[in-house]
């Protein structure tokens, strides 16, 4: 099994700062791409960013220029630094692998993890 652990959310006020961080686990046997989406109430779930093990990046686009994702290959971990919030940023935010796991129970291949989830609340 793959595990994605996640960290760094809370609450924060308009122009503020938080900086979340996702440190991926386990069977791991490919890694395509790491990122970040996020569920607004009322909305469905986007993509904020993602990075390749190749540091080749993408963005939605209201995220350019405000966050900035990065990775570390050797841990498997990537991290998002996101600047200048705002209230429209509130939502849950969710790590994400796309990539092949293998269950150790099955020797099977698994595809796409998901972490479960942290907060973010952008409020005065």
């Known amino acids: 099994q793959v595990q994605l652990m996640e960290s760094g959310g809370g609450l924060v006020q308009p122009g503020g700062s938080l900086r979340l961080s996702c440190a991926a686990s386990?069977?791991?046997?490919?890694?395509?791409?790491m990122g970040w989406y996020r569920k607004a109430p009322g909305k469905q779930r986007e993509l904020v960013a993602n990075?390749?093990?190749?540091?080749?990046?993408q963005y939605a686009d209201f995220a350019k220029g405000r966050f900035t994702i990065s990775g570390d290959n050797a841990k498997n971990t990537i991290s998002l630094q996101m600047n200048t919030l705002k209230p429209e940023d509130t939502a849950v935010y969710y790590c994400?692998?796309?990539?092949?796991?293998?269950?150790?129970?099955?020797?099977?291949?698994?595809?796409?993890?998901w972490g479960q989830g942290t907060q973010v609340t952008v409020s005065s």
């Open positions: 990075i390749t093990p190749g540091n080749r990046t």
């Open positions: 386990g069977s791991i046997f490919r890694i395509i791409a």
């Open positions: 994400n692998l796309e990539g092949y796991g293998v269950d150790p129970l099955t020797s099977r291949y698994e595809y796409d993890f």
